[in-house]
């Protein structure tokens, strides 16, 4: 049986600042007492399309599907804390896009479209950009609760998207190791 390469295309947060605050972040949230696994520093991005497990004649034609992407580098102001489902039931905890999530959000439909156009497949969840910092893994405390309301409105900086990233999802015990499979600049 052939090969199976896990894999997802994202914007990885490169800025030394923000990738700072998050590490914080993550260390504000680990002292609140729920149990959860945090986002190693060099693993921080935000998935534009999530493929999954797919052969490897299918994550050449996702690299080609990149290549025929043209859209201009634009920034993203990475800013307020939220959860998914909920912040009071929080499983997800992550931070999101204030200035340039329409952009974030078209430079998404593009990938898909091209992923389309090319027969690999994808997660067709609702495009929502964000970046997952956490993922809770017991029962949530009023601490925690507490601070994500009072990490709502927190701005962690602006980074430029300069380009979209095929990336290979390895999972260990010790949490996934990227690597980046293809990378295509932005215009």
Known sequence: MEARIRCFIAIDIENPEIIGRLTSLSRDLTGTGVRMRTVAPEN????????GEIPHQ????AEKALEEIHFSKFNIAIAGVGAF???TRPRVIWVGVKEGAENTIRLAE???RKLR?????FDS???VPHITVA??????KPTLTKLLNKMEEVT???QEVEAVKLKKSVLTSKGPIYTTLHEKKLD
């Open 58 to 61: 299918l994550v050449k034609s």
């Open 44 to 51: 921080l991005h935000l998935t534009l399309a999530f493929i």
């Open 156 to 158: 962690f900086g602006i």
């Open 135 to 140: 993922r809770v893994k017991g029962p949530s």
């Open 117 to 121: 156009e090319y027969r690999v497949p």
């Open 85 to 87: 489902p909920s912040v």
């Open 125 to 127: 969840k609702p495009f």
């Open 110 to 112: 593009e990938v898909r």
